[in-house]
Every structure is written in structure tokens, then in C-alpha cells.
């Protein structure tokens, strides 16, 4: 059984930083690393709609958005399948099978739904007073996201750590299925975390503990230069450190937070000579006697120096919307392949494959000529 890498992402807002070093910087290294037999990365539409249901027009816009960001992060079509999730149907027949294998309990029990349901007031108690009714499709998708896994048989799962109760939930099915069916052909995914612990979970540029449109924190992917200054010289940093002279702390301190995730040896060298590495600028800065200003001004540098190939890559392929369109399609086309084979595998374990089943009818046509 060979590598197959999937991971999605849903078209609610353009991707930032947090998403960045959470996820898409990984996925452009294991592109480079070429270590896969298959590589998928999809636009999670139909995902998107479980809590947006009432609002298309913001999934359509950000469904483009998305395919900007993966292709200017530097994934390659020609490496990577490119996909939209509601163009492969198969996906929702897979997601149909699995929700009898799974108990309302079970879901109930997955701390994500339930953290994402105390976040839009949903709750499984609709008499209770303002409160929205929780929707089926977004209590269940949790199943819907295993199909996506287990459609492309994926055996790596690159994401956030929001998402390991997703896939645990994920590979619960694919043992409940094989079980039921008594088959092998679904297979157990694994999670993979980003190795740099401050990239699994990047606060916002107020150090609240979660990049998020909805907090109004974020530096996305597509900023201009002049939109990143002025979110890091805004940044939060030590509440304490009023003066130069004052010893200021490192932990907590969001724009240190930003240099474990995003400074690299080289960036010292050029642009801070002063500093080897980034431990001898958080000694000095612990010591007292380095302003914040300086700071920042260094991980606008850094920033900008991940950032500029991403832009100069970005307008590029705004020139051409068309062609970002068609790769969506075509990639699109190539997912649904794949999983069309996955499912007639697993109608053919399900005993559903009636008119493929050769034995089947003879076997039928021989009990009622007797
Ligand atoms: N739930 C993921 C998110 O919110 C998106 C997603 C949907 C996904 N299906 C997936 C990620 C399958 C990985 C694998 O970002």
C-alpha cells in the first residue's frame, strides 16, 4: 500500500498565516519531497454549506479564493490534484453508508462538533431559548469529512490539531466497515501535525489564541505589503515592557510567537545583522534594553520575504482565472475516478452491486426455476 495524501480546506474566507504555517507550507514541502503515490487537495464546498446553507454566494466567491491561495502557496497542478468537493457525488453516496455506522451519541461526543456548536449557538436542544436549531448536515459531518478520507483510500492526513477528533472519527468508520463487511477496502488514515509546535495553533495579531476572520485577527495570504505593516506594527506584544530599558517577556508575546513560526537562520544575516539566530535577540529582549518597534520591524521583513513569492505568484494566475477554473475541473474529473472506483468496492462489500454480480443472478435464477 503506497502514501496517498489528502487534506481540504472550506471556502468561508481567504486563507491567512495561521493557515499557512498550520498546513499549506507543509504540504508545498511534502509536494518538493515527492515521497507519495497520489496527492489531493480540495476546496470543502459542500462542508462549507453545513453552516452556510442560507449564504451560496460567499462559498462561490471563496471557492476562487481558496484555488488562489493553494496555487500561489506554491502547489503545482501538475504534482497535486486540485479538487472541489461537490463535483465528486460518490462522496455523498460514501457519506450515506457511513452515517449507519455511526451513532448520534458518537457525534455528540466529538469535541470539535462540540465546540463548533457552542461557537454558532447551535444546540441539539431547540426548545431552549436563543438558540438556533442545529442542522443535520452540520452535525454529521464528521461522516461527510470521513468519505472525503476514505473516498481517496488516503493513508496521511496533513492538518491542523483541531481536526484529530475528525480523523479518530475517521478511522472508527473504516474499522466499523471493514468489520461489518468483512473486507479490506477502506483504509486507516493517519493525522500528520505540523513539526513546529507554535505553527499547530497561531494566535491572531492580538494574541488571542486563534487566527479567525470572525476575530478580526488575521493577516491573510493575499495582503498587500501595506496591510501586513500595519497589522504587525499593531501587533500585540508585552503589556509590561513600557519602556526600552524594560525586561520584556518572551512567552505569550505574539510577535516572538511569529518569529518561532516564520523566521528562518538566513533572515538574520539579512536583515538584522546585529543577531546569529533568534535565541540571542529573546535574550536581549528578556534582559531589557530592545524596543518593541525593532522587533517588529525585523518580523515585517521575515514576513514579507515568505509572503513576496506567494504575491508575485498570486498575480500571475489572477491573469488567467479562466485556466484556474479549468484545473479545478480537470482535477476534479481525475478525484472522481478514483472514488467511483472506492465505491463500487465498497458496494461490491456492502452486497449492493446487483446487476455487476453475475452469481448473484444465477444464483436468484436457479432458487425460482426449482
Ligand atoms: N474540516 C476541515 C476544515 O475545517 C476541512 C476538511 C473537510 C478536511 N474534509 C476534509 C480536511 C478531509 C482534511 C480531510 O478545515
Not at 472525503?148 to 472508527?172: W, Y
Not at 508575546?253 to 544575516?269: G, H, P, R
Not at 491573469?319 to 468496492?345: C, F, H, M
Request: hydrophobic share 35%.
Amino acid at each position: 500500500m503506497g502514501r496517498i495524501i489528502l487534506t481540504g480546506d472550506r471556502p468561508t474566507g481567504k486563507l491567512h498565516l495561521g493557515h499557512y504555517v498550520g498546513s499549506l507550507r507543509n504540504r508545498v514541502l511534502l509536494q518538493e519531497e515527492g515521497n507519495y503515490d497520489r496527492f489531493f487537495v480540495f476546496i470543502a464546498d459542500v462542508q462549507a454549506l453545513t453552516d452556510n446553507a442560507d449564504n451560496p454566494e460567499k462559498v462561490r466567491q471563496n471557492v476562487i479564493e481558496v484555488a488562489l491561495d493553494y496555487l500561489s502557496a506554491g502547489l503545482d497542478p501538475s504534482k497535486v490534484t486540485i479538487f472541489v468537493q461537490s463535483q465528486i457525488p460518490q462522496l455523498h453516496e460514501m457519506t450515506q453508508f457511513f452515517s449507519n455506522l455511526v451513532t448520534v451519541q458518537r457525534l455528540q461526543r466529538n469535541p470539535t462538533v462540540k465546540a463548533e456548536m457552542a461557537l454558532r449557538g447551535f444546540n441539539a436542544d431547540a426548545e431552549e431559548e436563543n438558540r438556533r436549531g442545529l442542522p443535520v448536515g452540520f452535525f454529521t459531518y464528521p461522516i461527510s469529512q470521513a468519505a472525503d478520507i476514505c473516498a481517496f483510500k488516503s493513508t496521511t492526513v496533513p492538518v491542523g490539531e483541531d481536526q484529530e477528533p475528525m480523523i479518530e472519527q475517521c478511522r472508527e468508520i473504516v474499522r466499523s466497515f471493514n468489520g461489518t463487511y468483512n473486507c479490506d477496502v477502506l483504509v486507516e488514515p493517519q493525522i500528520l501535525l505540523p513539526s513546529n509546535k507554535v505553527c499547530r495553533r497561531l494566535p491572531g495579531t492580538d494574541g488571542k489564541a486563534k487566527m479567525s476572520k470572525s476575530l478580526g485577527n488575521c493577516i491573510y495570504l493575499s495582503d498587500t505589503p501595506e496591510d501586513v505593516k500595519k497589522k504587525v506594527m499593531g501587533m500585540f506584544t508585552d503589556p509590561g515592557h513600557l519602556k526600552v530599558e524594560d525586561p520584556g517577556k518572551v512567552e505569550g508575546n505574539t510577535v516572538f510567537t511569529y518569529l518561532d513560526a516564520f523566521s528562518e537562520e538566513a533572515d538574520f544575516a539579512q536583515f538584522w545583522p546585529d543577531y546569529a539566530n533568534l535565541q540571542e535577540v529573546k535574550d536581549h529582549y528578556t534582559r531589557g534594553g530592545l524596543g518593541d518597534v525593532k522587533c517588529k520591524k525585523f518580523l515585517l521583513n521575515v514576513l514579507n520575504a515568505r509572503l513576496e513569492p506567494i504575491r508575485a505568484r498570486r498575480a500571475e494566475y489572477e491573469k488567467d482565472i479562466p485556466e484556474v477554473y479549468n484545473i479545478l475541473k480537470k482535477g476534479s474529473e481525475a478525484a472522481r475516478e478514483v472514488a467511483a472506483q472506492t465505491l463500487w468496492e465498497m458496494k461490491e462489500a456492502m452486497k449492493i452491486n446487483y446487476f455487476d454480480d453475475a452469481a448473484l443472478i444465477a444464483a436468484q435464477s436457479a432458487k425460482y426455476s426449482k
